[in-house]
């Protein structure tokens, strides 16, 4: 079921998101950044931060006990819904956990009046970019730099972005 996080779920979701994408145990699913990048994803101080950015939302997926299985960071900024950090647990990936999430970001764009939903994905990532593509998003043209918070973020490698759009229509 995917429903609003708060700021109270703040720990849990600092485990899912790192175990998602870093580390060993994040290879078990294909969203992996671990050959990417070295370090956490994020930690409290850092997820507490974005979650007080203006228009931000994160939604979570639990299962039937609570547990949070998935989230995703929205915000909205002008009239479009940035998406980030769509995180599903490496063993449940592939299971359609993301695609519900797809959706509840049109339902959320469709609420704030977004004409459009946008995200940055590493321009190395082919196969997830493939992935949102299937989902109606399309490569804007626009690149750009990463930026990593050496707080915690090891780079082994130049990365950039690549910004991928999809126009939201009105229900």
Not at 114 to 126: E, H, L, N, P, Q
Request: charge should be negative; include cysteine.
């Amino acid at each position: 079921m995917i429903t609003l996080a708060t700021q109270h779920d703040i720990p849990e979701l600092v485990t899912l998101i790192n175990s998602a994408y870093r580390g060993e145990g994040s290879k078990q699913g294909w969203t992996t950044e671990a050959d990417l990048i070295g370090g956490l994803r994020t930690d409290e101080e850092h997820l507490l931060d974005t979650f007080l950015l203006p228009g931000t939302t994160f939604l979570k997926y639990t299962d039937e006990a609570g547990k949070i299985l998935g989230c995703m960071r929205l915000q909205k900024q002008g009239d479009r819904l940035y998406l980030g950090m769509l995180t599903v647990s490496p063993a449940l990936q592939g299971k359609g956990i993301g695609k519900q999430f797809l959706q509840a970001a049109e339902e959320h764009a469709r609420q704030e009046d977004c004409r459009a939903i946008f995200m940055t994905v590493f321009s190395v990532r082919t196969e997830l970019i493939a992935w949102y593509e299937r989902h109606g998003y399309c490569k804007t043209g626009e690149i750009v730099p990463f930026q990593p918070n050496e707080k915690f973020e090891i780079v082994t490698q130049n990365l950039e972005f690549l910004v991928l759009e999809k126009e939201v229509c009105a229900e």
